[in-house]
Each structure stands twice: as C-alpha cells, then as structure tokens.
C-alpha cells in the first residue's frame, strides 16, 4: 500500500510538472504574439503619422513582422510564418479565389476550424483584410490549442455572393 502511495504521489508530481510546462510554454506564446500586436500597432501608428499609405510598403511590412506573403495565381495564395513560437519558419497558407461574385476557399493547409464560416462572413462583408487577419488567428489558436489538422481542399464553399474583389480591400484603414 505504501508503495502505491508512492507511485500515485510520483505520478501526480510528474503530471503537475507537465502542467506547469505546459501553462508556461501557453503563457510564452501569448506573450510573444501580444509583443507582436504592440510591434504592429506602433509600425501602423508610424505610418499613419506619415502617411505612408503605399500597398507595397504595407505588405513588405506584413511579411517582416508577420511572416506574411500574398502569391498570386489561380486564386490568391495567402501565407504566413511566425505563428508557432516552437517554430517560427513553418508555413500556414490558404487561397481564395472569386467564382462569380462569390469567394471560394481553395485549399488551406493546414485546415482550421470554422475556415468556412470565415468565408460567409467574407462573402457578406467583402472585407478581405479582415478575413485575411481572422485566419491567420485561428492558424495561431489551433497552433497553440494543437487542433491543427493536415489541410482541407473546398471546392465550393458559400452561396452568398460578394459585390467584387479588390485588392486594396487588403487595407481596411481606407478612407470610410
């Protein structure tokens, strides 16, 4: 009996030690992401102040801080880097493309919950900046949650129809 004692409080320690790993590495993640989101807000405040409004200058600056590339092709390819803090360099993409006045979700590796459901939104509001930025948060909580699954390829997505596409909807700060 007291051996079995001694297992069970050498289990439990051990697995309070996995916990505690665990609240760690989560607590270093947010922390890396929210000094991110500060490093962001303060490069657009800059910009703003000088009004540097230039796509180019904008998206070059996506990409430094975010990992983040626009591809263009048979859709648009949308990739990023520097979500997972265990390894920054890995590569989390999707495309979408315009089927009539509708986006499609092409593929999107690797596949995210509710990426559908994004869509519909995208479809109803026709904010491609915002649906560009809610995908790549939930590519950072199933990254941080570890519910990423390997990739998912839609063919067709939504029904709801979107007015048009533009590329200069990437920059939601446009005049209103």
């Known amino acids: 009996m007291t051996e079995s004692i001694s297992n069970t409080t050498a289990t439990n320690e051990h697995l309070r030690h996995l916990a505690m790993d665990r609240r760690s590495t989560r607590d270093e993640c947010m922390n890396a992401i929210s000094n991110q989101l500060k490093d962001i807000e303060s490069l657009e405040a800059e910009s703003d102040a000088h009004g540097d409004k230039s796509l180019e200058t904008a998206l070059m600056w996506y990409d430094k801080f975010l990992g983040f590339q626009v591809v263009g092709g048979e859709g648009v390819k949308f990739v990023f880097n520097k979500i997972d803090v265990q390894n920054?360099?890995?590569?989390?993409?999707?495309?979408?493309?315009?089927?009539?006045?509708?986006?499609?979700?092409?593929?999107?590796?690797p596949s995210v919950d509710d990426a559908e459901e994004l869509v519909k939104d995208l479809n109803c509001s026709n904010d491609l900046y915002k649906f560009v930025?809610?995908?790549?948060?939930?590519?950072?909580?199933?990254?941080?949650?570890?519910?990423?699954?390997?990739?998912s390829f839609c063919p067709d997505v939504s029904s709801i129809t979107s007015s048009s596409f533009s590329a200069l909807s990437l920059d939601s700060r446009s005049e209103k």
């Not at 920054?88 to 590796?109: H, Q, T």
């Not at 930025?133 to 990739?151: D, H, V, Y």
């Open 88 to 109: 920054p360099d890995k590569k989390y993409s999707f495309c979408i493309k315009l089927a009539g006045e509708r986006y499609i979700l092409v593929w999107c590796v």
């Open 133 to 151: 930025r809610a995908m790549r948060e939930m590519f950072q909580a199933a990254t941080i949650s570890g519910n990423l699954l390997p990739s």
